[in-house]
């Protein structure tokens, strides 16, 4: 019997430590599977939107894209994340995206380590919208090792999500 309540304590006491410091950052906590998507928060500023699942991108954070879209900011920042040693960090040249619907276009990024890509705006609507009616989209050019080829099926609720997490992570002007 001392064993169950001693596995008890330990349960309530791991509860009191992990839970929210309070009600308000309970109600911003944020995570939802959309197809092959994860949408999370990152902080107060922003959320992101991973195109594999959270286990396997923590594990090999490689060969993958990511949607980050700020606080206040109505359309995500591009990322694009392909394997070490693949390009000198610091620098910027122009990402060649091809939706399979629509016309290919560039996109100005620059190398934030050998491997992350990043843009140097958000994804106009425009771009945005020819990702998403598309079923795939290919990420490349001359600039990149190999391309990278992105299921887009779900990017319409994916962008529904991206507008609902930042709307919880918004700080409550209120406060």
């Not at 309530?12 to 992990?18: G, I, M, Q, W």
């Not at 290919?104 to 945005?128: C, I, K, M, N, W």
Request: aromatic share 10%.
């Amino acid at each position: 019997m001392t064993k169950h309540f001693s596995g008890l304590a330990v349960l309530f006491l791991a509860a009191a430590v992990t839970a929210p410091a309070s009600a308000q950052d309970a109600s911003r906590t944020f995570l939802v599977e959309q197809g092959n998507w994860w949408i999370s928060r990152l902080g107060t500023e922003s959320c992101i939107a991973h195109n594999r699942p959270l286990p396997e991108f923590n594990a090999v954070p490689f060969n993958a894209v990511a949607l980050q879209q700020a606080t206040g900011e109505r359309q995500p920042l591009l990322q694009a994340l392909y394997w070490p040693k693949s390009f000198e960090a610091g620098a910027e040249f122009d990402l060649l995206i091809v939706p399979s619907s629509g016309k290919p276009f560039q996109y100005p990024v620059r190398a934030e380590s050998d491997y992350h890509l990043r843009g140097l705006a958000p994804l106009t609507e425009a771009e945005f919208g020819k990702l998403a009616v598309s079923t795939t989209v290919t990420l490349g050019g001359d600039a990149t090792p190999q391309a990278l080829v992105v299921d887009t099926k779900e990017l319409d609720e994916v962008a529904v999500w991206l507008d609902e997490c930042t709307s919880v992570a918004s700080p409550d002007p209120g406060n």
